[in-house]
């Protein structure tokens, strides 16, 4: 079992920066691949990055690449998500997600067995 709580999500303008954390509780955190999706009002949840259980792997949605930059810190048991450059298309909720598929890139939503309770992330232009 892995308990996901989001932090760091709010307004900010356009252009600016912000880093989402994902704490997890539970002592297999680090054998987990851990995923950040989004879900902007009146659309699907969709993809966002994406980070296996070591975090020599990540792989981005086109929409952020280069932009947004996934990584973690197993010792603290946290995932994050560093989004530069911030769009107000890039407003959403962004939830925090883990997959038993440690050694695998999952951009499947499907495939993730936790999820965290979102963060609000809000880009005014």
């Known amino acids: 079992q892995v308990q996901l709580v989001e932090f760091g999500g709010e307004l900010v303008q356009a252009g600016a920066s912000l880093r989402l954390s994902c704490a997890a509780a539970?002592?297999?955190?680090?054998?987990?691949?851990m995923g950040w999706f989004r879900q902007a009002p009146g659309k699907e949840r969709e993809f966002v990055a994406t980070?296996?259980?070591?975090?020599?792997?990540?792989y981005y949605a086109d929409s952020v690449q280069g932009r947004f930059t996934i990584s973690r810190d197993n010792f603290k048991n946290t995932a994050f998500l560093q989004m530069n450059s911030l769009k107000p298309e890039d407003t959403a909720v962004y939830y925090c997600?883990?997959?038993?598929?440690?050694?695998?890139?999952?951009?499947?939503?499907?495939?993730?067995?936790?999820w965290g309770q979102g963060t609000q992330v809000t880009v005014s232009s």
């Open positions: 980070i296996t259980w070591n975090g020599t792997s990540t």
């Open positions: 997600a883990a997959s038993p598929r440690g050694s695998w890139l999952v951009t499947v939503e499907n495939f993730y067995d936790y």
């Open positions: 539970g002592r297999t955190f680090s054998s987990y691949t």
